[in-house]
């Protein structure tokens, strides 16, 4: 039976985040293909505070065997922005560079000399992001192979001199894109393996847009934007193509996830806060198109489960990942600006024909590239390549 250490700064069913549900997906599924698995987490369930919210210690969840350990001190998210924008700014000789990696965190020495005792009895671990302490210190303590899912975007951080360290250290890197692939290739040129495995994504039983549209007293033909409401996603800059928008077509924008930023008063914009899966699926089909408009995605799940429901995209162009996926797909349409956001909402607005054949080849691209069987299959072949090694 192979032993798998799954490394990752939060875990848990109430955790929201890409990787931390990529994570979770991945833990529970290679447990169900008989590989015994451990989590070594944190006690934070807020990726902000990084507050200890669960109880240290083992625990079980959907058969998975967790260890959560705690964090030494919360964050402060604004001082540590103001933090690390000084950082940033100054040269690189001058940084200090562990110190900003205790500040980001989530500081957990434990975990880390929980990984260095576990490794007796773990055949490889699995860590995911680039960007946290656990993987950071985790990966320079330990003498296992070791997979990483970078899930890394062109940000200033994936440049550090820690950073280009740990990913000399790595057997294997794990990508979501080839966009993905080729920028941590550019950047690192790692020695160990390269692999694009994606990521699954269950093609559910599409959701009751009918319902969703009465619950919601959505009267209005809608766009949609499903993740967090936060600066740095692109939000600003949709709100004020909206404007555009409005002058031409009746069409309200639905904004769904945790906000973490003020919104305008703007007519037809509706904030409706968290929502079920099943509601959540059934707003992407009631959608004219769905928006996706951050610059920095290393994958974007929601432009998956939006082709998922036949629903077409408008992304943003700086961002290869999103590029990618409308390129590959024939499913969307991608914007650099004011002008071709509003191009690409008549486009997609005005040829419903256009529009539904666009949500087809999206659906198309899901099944094919990013079906679990498939996605499994790709980690095992790399699982069991490090270990013949």
Not at 41 to 57: K, S, V
Not at 110 to 132: G, N, R, W
Not at 188 to 203: C, H, I, Q, S
Request: a positive charge; glycine letters at 8%.
């Amino acid at each position: 039976m192979i032993r798998v250490g799954i490394v990752v700064q939060r875990y848990g069913s109430a955790v929201i985040g890409g990787s931390e549900a990529l994570a979770r997906n991945v833990a529970e599924r290679l447990l169900r293909q008989g590989m015994r698995v451990t989590v070594f987490t944190t006690c934070a369930r807020d990726y902000l505070t990084w507050r200890n919210e669960y109880p240290a210690g083992e625990t079980l969840l959907r058969g998975v065997a967790i260890r959560r350990f705690p964090v030494v001190r919360e964050r402060d998210i604004d001082a540590f922005n103001r933090f690390s924008d000084e950082f940033f700014a100054a040269p690189p000789s001058a940084r200090d560079e562990k110190k900003w990696i205790a500040e980001q965190g989530p500081l957990c020495p434990d975990l880390v000399q929980a990984l260095v005792a576990a490794e007796k009895e773990i055949d490889l671990f699995i860590f995911f992001t680039y960007l946290y302490y656990p993987t950071l210190a985790g990966l320079g303590a330990i003498g296992k192979p070791a997979i990483l899912f970078p899930t890394a975007h062109d940000e200033p951080p994936l440049y550090l001199a820690a950073v280009a360290e740990t990913f000399r250290r790595l057997q294997a890197c794990f990508f979501l894109t080839q966009a993905e692939m080729d920028l941590v290739r550019r950047v690192f040129n790692p020695p160990g393996a390269m692999r694009l495995v994606r990521t699954g994504v269950d093609v559910r039983a599409e959701g009751d847009d009918k319902l969703f549209r009465r619950r919601r007293f959505l009267v209005a033909p809608y766009l949609l934007y499903a993740g967090r409401i936060e600066k740095g996603k692109g939000l600003e800059a949709v709100l004020d193509h909206y404007r555009a928008v409005k002058q031409e077509a009746y069409v309200d924008l639905v904004l769904i996830g945790k906000k973490l930023m003020e919104l305008p008063s703007l007519p037809g914009l509706k904030y409706l806060g968290f929502v079920s899966e099943e509601e959540k699926l059934a707003a992407f089909k009631g959608a004219l198109f769905s928006v996706q408009p951050s610059p920095l995605e290393s994958l974007s799940i929601s432009t998956l489960e939006s082709f998922s429901q036949r629903t077409p995209v408008l992304v943003n162009r700086d961002c290869p990942a999103l590029r990618e996926h409308v390129a590959l797909s024939g499913g969307g349409l991608a914007y650099g600006g004011a002008d071709e956001f509003l191009a690409g909402f008549r486009q997609l607005y005005r040829h419903p024909r256009r529009r539904a054949a666009m949500g087809e080849k999206g659906l198309a691209y899901v099944k094919k590239y990013y079906s679990w069987d498939s996605v499994l299959a790709e980690i095992k072949k790399g699982i069991d390549e490090i270990l013949a090694q």
